[in-house]
Nanobody
Framework: QVQLVESGGGLVQPGGSLRLSCAVSGFSLGYLSIGWFRQAPGKEREGVGCISSRDGSTYPADSVKGRFIISRDNAKNTVYLQMNSLKPEDTAVYYC???????????????????WGQGTQVTVSS
């Protein structure tokens, strides 16, 4: 069974940085495309970006492009979300998940993902 565990969340001031980790177990990360999502209180889950299993290409959402970077370390079975220039509106619970389609480019639709982690809280506040 595939399991994902996020870590690295916390409280950070506006303009600061955090790096989230998504540790994958039960399957080799090299075969999986992974997406990052976030959900703020009272809002729908929003796609942040995804990284492809095929070539490591990343597809960040427009809202985080230029600030957030997704990377992967297949040897550690871990995906990372480096978040820079954080803003208060980035405050949310952040989740990673496995893209369900093996042969397609990952997309930022939550209903195309399975095996979600439990989430990690990120709070951006002064």
């Amino acid at each position: 069974q595939v399991q994902l565990v996020e870590s690295g969340g916390g409280l950070v001031q506006p303009g600061g940085s955090l790096r989230l980790s998504c540790a994958v177990s039960g399957f080799s990360l090299g075969y999986l495309s992974i997406g990052w999502f976030r959900q703020a209180p009272g809002k729908e889950r929003e796609g942040v970006g995804c990284i492809s299993s095929r070539d490591g290409s990343t597809y960040p959402a427009d809202s985080v492009k230029g600030r957030f970077i997704i990377s992967r370390d297949n040897a550690k079975n871990t995906v990372y979300l480096q978040m820079n220039s954080l803003k208060p509106e980035d405050t949310a619970v952040y989740y990673c998940a496995v893209f369900s389609a093996v042969s397609r480019q990952c997309v930022l639709r939550a209903d195309e993902y399975k095996y979600w982690g439990q989430g990690t809280q990120v709070t951006v506040s002064s």
